[in-house]
């Protein structure tokens, strides 16, 4: 299918792609549920149902990086995905005898969420180039919306039981149906000749930059994380709520990253170079509001700062590292930021113990806001003090 030839049904098509893109953590607001659940297994081998997704995903996000569009097509890739999704997200609803099975599903998950990574790639290659921006932003609008869906509904099925919450997984189907019937596959551009300019870029040197934005993308990944996996757990333990409250709290999370996204570009011209540790300070007081004010509102005041603060620097650390890559290395590091996001999950995990074994407080969960508070804290004075934005950006 050629870009001109492009319908709005297609546009939808892709679009549902991005629904299910962010499968590996919509079971958090049911971790406390299943560390309840499974009392003769430590809660960080639990926690493993939200991590081990984005573990298994990064290296099936990069090789897909290479081949999606090339060797493999983006059709198989979304459709196969999906069905991944559809399959491995439910069947811990019915195959749990032993928790090692669970993760083994969960695996699943992740090369699913790691095969639909091509997500960018196919609006890129399909969509004409005056519409690709909209696009993209309805498709992280879409991203964040499948993830405020799931933590309410997950939230209200885990009060059945702890495994009947994969059966959100379920809804899967529905954007599957949509690819099967409307993904079409783009058609292939002829490959444009290599010019002593091209070469030129190919000898380019990424700016130090590039590097520390991946870094920064881990270790802010890893900081965050527990912020939602943990809800309910640092809920319960201070009594304030249950998984439904804890799965409000990370809508709230995701409604704002979402309104977020639409208001990226103007607060981006807006700020400057000084909007990274802007929002790095956002979300230190959107951490600090839930470690020293533990109220249901007040949390979810703070839940809804992380999720502006996070958000914007993800889609940020998106458009700097198109400044400051090589040309011909734009797209792997783009994948790469992902793939950083994916390794930060995971880590998250070891982040938690890491935390409780330096403040060790009552809880685990609590300790860790109180490390996340104060790594974003540190964050956001290495922003302010080091030029960290494009070198572009101190010109204006």
Not at 56 to 85: D, E, H, N, Q
Not at 116 to 139: F, H, T, W
Not at 180 to 208: M, Q, R, S
Not at 328 to 355: E, K
């Amino acid at each position: 299918m050629k870009k001109s030839e492009i319908k709005t049904i297609n546009i939808i098509a892709i679009l549902a792609v991005f629904v299910f893109s962010g499968a590996g953590s919509f079971m958090n607001a049911a971790v406390q549920t299943m560390i309840d659940a499974w009392p003769q297994i430590s809660p960080s081998t639990i926690r493993l149902v939200t991590s081990l997704p984005s573990l298994v995903s990064m290296p099936v996000t990069i090789w897909i990086g290479f081949v999606a569009g090339k060797k493999i097509s983006y059709r198989f890739c979304a459709i196969f995905g999906t069905m991944l999704i559809l399959f491995g997200g439910a069947a811990p609803a019915v195959f749990h005898t032993s928790w090692a099975i669970v993760l083994v599903f969960r695996g699943l998950v992740g090369v699913s969420v790691g095969f639909i990574a091509m997500r960018n790639s196919l609006i890129i290659d399909s969509v004409p180039e005056d519409k690709q921006a909209a696009v993209i932003g309805y498709g992280a609008g879409l991203l964040n919306g499948g993830a405020i869906l799931a933590g309410p509904l997950v939230g209200i099925l885990v009060s059945y039981g702890w495994n009947y919450a994969f059966l959100y997984d379920l809804l899967a189907m529905i954007p599957l149906v949509m690819m099967l019937l409307f993904l079409k596959e783009p058609e292939k551009e002829a490959a444009a000749a290599v010019t002593a300019g091209n070469a030129g870029d190919a000898a380019e040197k990424n700016d130090w930059r590039t590097w520390f934005y991946i870094l920064l993308q881990f270790i802010m990944t890893a900081a965050l994380y527990p912020l939602l996996s943990g809800m309910s757990t640092y809920m319960a333990y201070k009594g304030i709520g249950n998984a439904v409250i804890a799965g409000f709290s990370n809508s709230t999370y995701n409604l704002i990253g979402l309104l977020i996204c639409l208001l990226i570009s103007p607060i981006e011209k807006k700020l400057g170079k000084h909007m990274l540790w802007v929002m790095n300070f956002i979300f230190t007081c959107g951490m600090a509001l839930i470690v020293f004010v533990p109220k249901v509102p007040v949390i979810i005041i703070g839940a809804g700062l992380c999720g502006a603060a996070f958000n914007s620097v993800m889609a940020l650390l998106q458009l700097y590292s198109g400044k400051t890559a090589s040309a011909r290395q734009v797209t792997l590091v783009s994948t790469m930021l992902i793939a950083a996001m994916s390794l930060g999950n995971f880590a998250s995990v070891y982040f938690i113990d890491i935390c409780q074994s330096i403040f060790r407080t009552g809880n685990d969960v609590q300790s860790t806001y109180i490390g996340s508070m104060l790594l974003y804290l540190i964050l956001t004075v290495i922003s302010l003090v080091i030029r960290v934005a494009p070198g572009e950006y101190y010109k204006r």
